[in-house]
């Protein structure tokens, strides 16, 4: 089964600080890297994605750092709030198929 | 608000029983995905349908099965159900466009079976 393995499990980050969450797949022919959101009690939400002719992609505070040689990809949120508390999830993809989707990392951002 | 509804919210059941969740896209996608969430296995994709027909299957049991209807709604049955069956099911779907990748959740339908 291909998977994407995803770290940390969880991660503490000071208010105005940058969070990093970092992801590896085995699939190169994966074309479609997206991360998910998720707060408590709701469905996962689509915040950015990339796909593997770029090596970044930026929206508002959030980035995503490609590297297409070493197989992964990170979330890197710039001026971390704590409204952005959370469990995020990378996933990666081939075509219009099913997301493989890592562990997810919880996020706590304190003041 | 992703524009996917699921129904119910909660469910609440025994062991043993068989529940249906619904599932309604947002308009204007054909394809339908549903993923189990529980604690110690994250998120695991069930089965795809497109347009009425199932493309993909993944990690569901036997005793699950799901369908797409010609309104394109889509139903999860779970029948014979057991304790560790109790989950968040989601349902995402996807745009019409198959070179689209985007695929939205809806709220989830949280199974407790007692």
Redesign the interface.
């Known amino acids: 089964q291909q998977q994407v393995k995803q770290s940390p499990q969880s991660l503490i980050v000071q208010k105005g600080g940058i969070s990093i969450i970092n992801c590896a797949y085995e699939n190169t022919a994966f074309d ?1 890297f ?1 991360w ?1 959101q998720q707060f408590p009690g ?5 915040l950015i ?1 990339i796909r593997p002719d770029v090596s970044e992609k930026k929206e508002g505070r959030f980035t995503i750092s490609f590297n297409k040689s070493a197989k992964q990809f990170s979330l890197h949120i710039m001026d971390s709030q704590p409204g952005d508390s959370a469990t995020y ?1 990378c996933a990666s ?1 081939f ?10 990392t919880r996020l706590t951002i304190i003041p | 608000d992703s524009g996917v509804t699921q129904t119910p919210k909660h469910l609440i059941t025994a062991t043993g029983q068989r529940v249906t969740l619904r599932c309604s896209p947002r308009s204007g996608d054909l394809s339908v995905y549903w993923y189990q969430q529980s604690l110690d296995q994250g998120l695991q994709f069930l089965i795809q349908y497109y347009n009425g027909e199932e493309r993909a299957k993944g990690n569901i049991l036997e005793r699950f099965s799901a369908q797409q209807f010609p309104d394109l709604h889509s139903e999860l049955n779970l029948s014979s159900l057991e304790l560790g069956d109790s989950a968040l099911y989601f349902c995402a779907s996807s745009p019409r466009d198959r070179s689209s990748y985007e695929q939205y959740f809806g709220p989830g339908t949280r199974l407790t079976v007692t």
């Open positions: 479609y997206p998910y709701k469905g996962p939400a689509l994605a999830f993809r075509g219009n198929e099913k997301l493989t989707f890592g562990t997810g």
